[in-house]
């Protein structure tokens, strides 16, 4: 079965009239009608209407991830057995909790809109009395938490059934000669829904979307960049706060680091007295989620871990993660405490009001006032060069320190060029950042498994011997770090080759044209010495 | 994707009103379905009211592409399709003998469905040949009605050594008692000596029943028009024990 065409209509009466006369040209059988209530959820960032599906819960059919085009139905699983499923682990094994954790992956879905569909179907039939096609008549109506429901939309819409394809084209006629035309782009009920409660989708995205004007001012391009991170900061408060799942902290991290970023490397275009105020404020804003975010970083490698131990030295594992999931639960309380005292909600208050003042003095800004494409030009050479000579000094012998410091190095200039990637082509700066993003993906596991191999030494000589099952618990994380530090060895060896990738020519005329042929790149740089001595 | 099929060198046992009504158990229990209707008569198909087109290639349908692809027809039911019964069927025999691995052709041809279909039922024609021995050797499980009186049992002891002979494994096949009347002692005395002796029987008995017979009246499974006869208990019934078998 196929939805094929949807034809809306004015009114149910409409409909109504239109399959009366129908029946008069076509055998109709009316199945009895049903009511059907659906909710529809996704994840706050809108990664399954991403992929292009709404996950639908509807009455006793359970659930269904629908296309967001056709609202055919991919995939449907039976009831879950929590009454409200969050992740993807919360719902019936098989195939769908697959396609759930492969879109997922650690967010949970949230509600967002309550619908009703009636339907009435009739099946057209032929000589045999067999079904060839069936038509729906369908009211969809929003559920409102007060007050009347309210109709979103009426429906003809034309199934087919396979084998049967070419009746739709002798209906389409019969409904062409009534004046009846299908909508040029069907919109699914759920589009509709969202619609009529002001929630539009990617309403959320934790990527920076950044619009500069090369001429701007630094000071006006440097609100605008502060302005963004804060956005995601409220957005994420509710649910940090709901601990809905591990991602709005995560993103509210993120935007905090963005913003601490930008106000110690963009320089000279604020009062550094304020500027040295909020570093300060957003240091604490940081160290407030620093805990929460550790254990939730281990909880969320569970499954992980359990595949790096024998099955023996499992429960010993388990053990670990018990104290984590306890330690855990403490931790959020004093957060919440944290969050919902004054010092945080004068920091973010105090931060929008800077940002909304027009009148911050210029006296003392060098820099407010020069064109933010010079600035961010003198800004992601002088990080690039920094890297090519951090980078090209390290070697197999280097300390792990030296890479930590490349690393924060490397994620400085991601910030850079996230801020500021509206400046240039968007080719080039794509191209930088798959480059960019590789070596940053090798440092970011080095540094991940050395702070994980770090804690869990530290939990280790913290165990009491008194502890009844301090044998396993000891076992288990032993076996846990020696497997880590593998890893760790077989990142490493990756190091060179990757940063290689960002030593080639083509790289190199890139920075050159864009950020200034100022030794950039270590070819350049080669270069222009040639150049220099010739 | 797993294989069932309804098979009896005999006709006349309730062969084809078990396919069509397993069938329809099978999807409303959520499984994609596919009925084939390879018994060149046409009885599932005509039950569930479905003409197979008239350009029938059975070469080009063996080959399992898209002119395959486009005979299977949609059911009333969800999940319900049928790949409908032609008289040109009656063929196959002498198309499958010209082709190499002769007796193991249908299981590729029914593996082009695997993406679209959970369950694939086979209502098998009632004799022994290419055909039926390529869907003995396709099938996870074989079902037999059978009959309780001297006659059918024989028949199946006939099927039985026909599997020893060609080395098909006996271990996928499962009979169960059909169109039985308790009220006559033959029928009684012979479901309990065969279930004592032979345990490839299935527990489930179908009865004898008017409303089962009414299905050609009907054209509709009988679990769609009688849910609540005691036959159509039966079946679900035996429904329940296959698919615990396909399951395992």
């Given at each position: 079965?196929?939805?094929?065409?949807?034809?809306i209509?004015?009114?149910?009466?409409?409909?109504?009239?239109?399959?009366?006369?129908?029946?008069?040209?076509?055998?109709?059988?009316?199945?009895?009608?049903?009511?059907?209530?659906?909710?529809?959820?996704?994840?706050?960032?809108?990664?399954?209407?991403?992929?292009?599906?709404?996950?639908?819960?509807?009455?006793?059919?359970?659930?269904?991830?629908?296309?967001?085009?056709?609202?055919?139905?991919?995939?449907?699983?039976?009831?879950?057995?929590?009454?409200?499923?969050?992740?993807?682990?919360?719902?019936?094994?098989?195939?769908?909790?697959?396609?759930?954790?492969?879109?997922?992956?650690?967010?949970?879905?949230?509600?967002?809109?309550?619908?009703i569909?009636?339907?009435?179907?009739?099946?057209?039939?032929?000589?045999?009395?067999?079904?060839?096609?069936?038509?729906?008549?369908?009211?969809?109506?929003?559920?409102?938490?007060?007050?009347?429901?309210?109709?979103?939309?009426?429906?003809?819409?034309?199934?087919?059934?396979?084998?049967?394809?070419?009746?739709?084209?002798?209906?389409?006629?019969?409904l062409?000669?009534?004046?009846?035309?299908?909508?040029?782009?069907?919109?699914?009920?759920?589009?509709?829904?969202?619609?009529?409660?002001?929630?539009?989708?990617?309403?959320?995205?934790?990527?920076?979307?950044?619009?500069?004007?090369?001429?701007?001012s630094?000071?006006?391009?440097?609100?605008?960049?502060?302005?963004?991170?804060?956005?995601?900061?409220?957005?994420?408060?509710?649910?940090?706060?709901?601990?809905?799942?591990?991602?709005?902290?995560?993103?509210?991290?993120?935007?905090?680091?963005?913003?601490?970023?930008?106000l110690?490397?963009?320089?000279?275009?604020?009062?550094?007295?304020?500027?040295?105020?909020?570093?300060?404020d957003?240091?604490?804003?940081?160290?407030?989620?620093?805990?929460?975010?550790?254990?939730?970083?281990?909880?969320?490698?569970?499954?992980?871990?359990?595949?790096?131990?024998?099955?023996?030295?499992?429960?010993?594992?388990?053990?670990?993660?018990?104290?984590?999931?306890?330690?855990?639960?403490?931790?959020?309380?004093?957060?919440?405490?944290?969050?919902?005292?004054?010092?945080?909600?004068?920091?973010?208050?105090?931060?929008?009001?800077?940002?909304?003042?027009?009148?911050?003095?210029?006296?003392?800004?060098?820099?407010?006032?020069?064109?933010?494409?010079?600035?961010?030009?003198?800004?992601?050479?002088?990080?690039?060069?920094?890297i090519?000579?951090?980078?090209?000094?390290?070697?197999?012998?280097?300390p792990?320190?030296?890479?930590?410091?490349?690393?924060?190095?490397?994620?400085?200039?991601?910030?850079?060029?996230?801020?500021?990637?509206?400046?240039?082509?968007?080719?080039?700066?794509?191209?930088?950042?798959?480059?960019?993003?590789?070596?940053?993906?090798?440092?970011?596991?080095?540094?991940?498994?050395?702070?994980?191999?770090?804690?869990?030494?530290?939990?280790?000589?913290?165990?009491?011997?008194?502890?009844?099952?301090?044998?396993?618990?000891?076992?288990?994380?032993?076996?846990?770090?020696?497997?880590?530090q593998?890893?760790?060895?077989?990142v490493?060896?990756?190091?060179?080759?990757?940063?290689?990738?960002?030593?080639?020519?083509?790289?190199?005329?890139?920075?050159?044209?864009?950020?200034g042929?100022?030794?950039?790149?270590?070819?350049?740089?080669?270069?222009?010495?040639?150049?220099?001595?010739? | 994707?797993?294989?069932?099929?309804?098979?009896?060198?005999?006709?006349?046992?309730?062969?084809?009103?078990?396919?069509?009504?397993?069938?329809?158990?099978?999807?409303?229990?959520?499984?994609?379905?596919?009925?084939?209707?390879?018994?060149?008569?046409?009885?599932?198909?005509?039950?569930?009211?479905?003409?197979?087109?008239?350009?029938?290639?059975?070469?080009?349908l063996?080959?399992?592409?898209?002119?395959?692809?486009?005979?299977?027809?949609?059911?009333?039911?969800?999940?319900?399709?049928?790949?409908?019964?032609?008289?040109?069927?009656?063929?196959?025999?002498?198309?499958?003998?010209?082709?190499?691995?002769?007796?193991?052709?249908?299981?590729?041809?029914?593996?082009?469905?695997?993406?679209?279909y959970?369950?694939i039922?086979?209502?098998?024609?009632?004799?022994?040949?290419?055909?039926s021995?390529?869907?003995?050797?396709a099938?996870?499980?074989?079902?037999?009605?059978?009959?309780?009186?001297?006659?059918?049992?024989?028949?199946?002891?006939?099927?039985?050594?026909?599997?020893?002979?060609?080395?098909?494994?006996?271990?996928?096949?499962?009979?169960?008692?059909?169109?039985?009347?308790?009220?006559?002692?033959?029928?009684?005395?012979?479901?309990?000596?065969?279930?004592?002796?032979?345990?490839?029987?299935?527990?489930?008995?179908?009865?004898?029943?008017?409303?089962?017979?009414?299905?050609?009246?009907?054209?509709?499974?009988v679990?769609?028009?009688?849910a609540?006869?005691?036959?159509?208990?039966?079946?679900?019934?035996?429904?329940?024990?296959?698919?615990?078998?396909?399951?395992?």
């Open positions: 079965m196929k939805l094929q065409e949807t034809y209509l004015p009114d149910h009466t409409v409909g109504k009239n239109l399959l009366a006369e129908l029946k008069r040209v076509y055998p109709l059988k009316s199945l009895t009608p049903v009511s059907q209530r659906q909710t529809s959820f996704d994840s706050f960032d809108w990664r399954l209407y991403q992929k292009g599906y709404f996950l639908i819960d509807q009455d006793e059919d359970g659930f269904q991830l629908r296309k967001t085009n056709t609202d055919e139905c991919w995939l449907h699983t039976v009831k879950a057995e929590k009454d409200t499923p969050q992740f993807w682990w919360d719902f019936p094994k098989g195939k769908f909790q697959k396609a759930l954790k492969d879109i997922l992956d650690v967010r949970a879905v949230l509600p967002l809109a309550e619908t569909r009636d339907l009435e179907t009739y099946r057209c039939l032929n000589s045999d009395s067999k079904t060839v096609l069936r038509l729906h008549l369908e009211d969809v109506s929003l559920v409102q938490a007060e007050g009347e429901n309210k109709s979103l939309r009426h429906a003809l819409q034309i199934e087919s059934l396979r084998g049967y394809e070419s009746e739709v084209d002798r209906l389409k006629e019969i062409d000669r009534m004046g009846v035309f299908p909508e040029s782009r069907p919109r699914h009920f759920v589009m509709a829904a969202l619609e009529a409660i002001g929630k539009r989708p990617f309403d959320y995205s934790s990527k920076i979307d950044i619009k500069l004007n090369p001429l701007m630094s000071r006006e391009a440097a609100r605008i960049i502060h302005r963004h991170s804060f956005d995601v900061m409220c957005k994420n408060e509710e649910g940090m706060l709901a601990d809905i799942d591990s991602e709005f902290l995560h993103d509210f991290r993120v935007a905090v680091r963005r913003t601490r970023s930008a110690s490397l963009v320089k000279g275009v604020f009062p550094q007295a304020q500027v040295d105020r909020f570093k300060n957003f240091s604490y804003l940081g160290r407030l989620t620093n805990k929460m975010r550790d254990l939730d970083v281990y909880l969320l490698k569970r499954e992980r871990y359990r595949g790096m131990l024998p099955g023996n030295l499992r429960p010993g594992l388990d053990l670990f993660f018990e104290d984590l999931s306890t330690q855990r639960t403490e931790e959020y309380k004093k957060f919440v405490k944290n969050v919902r005292n004054g010092k945080y909600k004068s920091i973010m208050k105090a931060w929008n009001s800077f940002l909304e003042n027009n009148n911050v003095p210029i006296a003392d800004c060098p820099n407010a006032e020069l064109p933010v494409i010079n600035t961010a030009q003198e800004l992601i050479a002088k990080r690039f060069r920094k090519y000579r951090e980078g090209l000094a390290i070697n197999d012998l280097t792990e320190e030296r890479l930590h410091e490349l690393r924060i190095d490397f994620k400085k200039l991601r910030y850079l060029i996230e801020f500021f990637r509206s400046l240039y082509p968007a080719k080039d700066i794509a191209f930088i950042v798959k480059k960019l993003r590789r070596l940053q993906g090798v440092l970011g596991d080095l540094n991940d498994l050395f702070v994980q191999q770090e804690t869990l030494n530290q939990y280790l000589s913290e165990i009491s011997p008194q502890r009844k099952d301090a044998i396993p618990l000891a076992a288990s994380i032993g076996v846990l770090v020696s497997a880590l593998r890893e760790k060895d077989s490493r060896t990756h190091f060179s080759e990757t940063f290689s990738g960002i030593c080639d020519k083509k790289f190199a005329a890139i920075l050159e044209l864009h950020f042929g100022k030794a950039t790149s270590p070819l350049t740089a080669r270069s222009s010495k040639k150049r220099a001595i010739k | 994707m797993k294989v069932l099929s309804i098979y009896n060198i005999k006709g006349g046992v309730g062969k084809t009103a078990s396919a069509v009504n397993l069938s329809y158990l099978a999807s409303q229990d959520g499984l994609r379905t596919l009925l084939c209707d390879f018994d060149p008569q046409g009885a599932s198909s005509y039950y569930l009211r479905i003409k197979s087109g008239n350009k029938m290639k059975p070469a080009k063996l080959k399992g592409g898209n002119f395959a692809h486009k005979q299977i027809k949609e059911s009333d039911y969800p999940n319900l399709d049928l790949l409908p019964a032609h008289l040109a069927y009656r063929n196959f025999d002498l198309l499958l003998d010209k082709q190499k691995r002769s007796n193991r052709r249908l299981r590729e041809f029914l593996d082009s469905f695997s993406e679209d959970d369950l039922i086979v209502d098998a024609p009632p004799n022994i040949t290419l055909l021995e390529n869907i003995f050797r099938s996870d499980l074989i079902l037999i009605p059978v009959i309780p009186t001297t006659l059918s049992i024989l028949t199946y002891q006939q099927i039985r050594k026909f599997f020893k002979k060609e080395k098909i494994a006996f271990n996928r096949v499962r009979a169960f008692f059909s169109m039985v009347e308790k009220r006559k002692k033959l029928h009684r005395e012979t479901i309990e000596q065969m279930q004592a002796e032979d345990d490839h029987f299935l527990p489930v008995q179908i009865p004898m029943a008017s409303v089962v017979e009414r299905m050609g009246l009907h054209r509709e499974p679990p769609a028009y009688a609540s006869s005691p036959a159509s208990k039966t079946y679900s019934e035996l429904w329940k024990s296959v698919s615990k078998i396909l399951d395992d």
